[in-house]
Each structure stands twice: as C-alpha cells, then as structure tokens.
C-alpha cells in the first residue's frame, strides 16, 4: 500500500484546505482509512477515519469542522478542513489500517504516507 499526502500550506485562520491523500488500487475496500496530525513537540493524533464501508468518524477535538471522503474512482481520499484555527497548525498524514471497527491508535495503522505541513496563521 502506498500513500500520498498533499494540499497543505499556509493560510490564514477562518480559511478552509482540502487534504488529498493518493492511495494504490483498492486500498480502500481492504483498509480503514485514517488521518492523523502532528502539532511541534506533541504526539500524533487522531483526527478523522473512514470505513471500508465509508462510515466516518472524527475526533471530538474537530467540533464538526472536518470532513473525511474518499473517491473510489480516483483512489483518493480527503480531509477537509473548515473554519480552521492556529492549533490546526501540524503535519497531516493519512494512513491505513487493516483492522476493522474505530482506529484512533497510531500503532492501528501500519502503513502512512509522507505528511503534508498546514500553517494557520491568526
């Protein structure tokens, strides 16, 4: 499996992003999806899955401003992100799980992509 993050940069808070996350063929009818973010000096976290099925869940942190979706026919899945705030400011990195059910755990997931840098400034 083989992951491609982008679509980070810099913008200002209130703005949105869209992540994209490039996968190989059918990564998605046999992985949990997931996106996880690294803030300076902080652990990676959790921010948002999507089932084989494409169920989702987020973590609560996001208060509903996150929204992950994949396209089938593109092999790509998203992130996107809306009203964001400076503590948005991390590397974004997707990953994918062959375990089923809800994967908030790094260790979950085995194989990940490289990260995408978002600044948002105030």
């Known amino acids: 499996v083989q992951l491609q993050a982008s679509g980070g940069g810099l913008v200002q808070a209130g703005d949105s992003l869209r992540l994209s996350c490039a996968t190989s063929?059918?990564?998605?009818?046999?992985?949990?999806m997931g996106w996880f973010r690294q803030a300076p000096g902080k652990e990676r976290e959790f921010a948002a899955q999507?089932?084989?099925?494409?169920?989702?869940y987020y973590a609560n942190s996001l208060g509903g401003r996150f929204t992950i979706s994949r396209d089938k026919a593109k092999n790509t899945m998203y992130l996107q992100m809306n009203s964001l705030k400076p503590e948005d400011t991390a590397v974004y990195y997707c990953?994918?799980?062959?375990?089923?059910?809800?994967?908030?755990?790094?260790?979950?997931?085995?194989?990940w992509g490289q990260g995408t840098q978002v600044t948002v400034s105030s």
């Open positions: 999507i089932s084989r099925s494409g169920s989702a």
């Open positions: 990953a994918a799980s062959s375990l089923y059910g809800r994967q908030t755990g790094v260790g979950s997931y085995t194989y």
């Open positions: 063929g059918r990564t998605f009818s046999s992985h949990t």
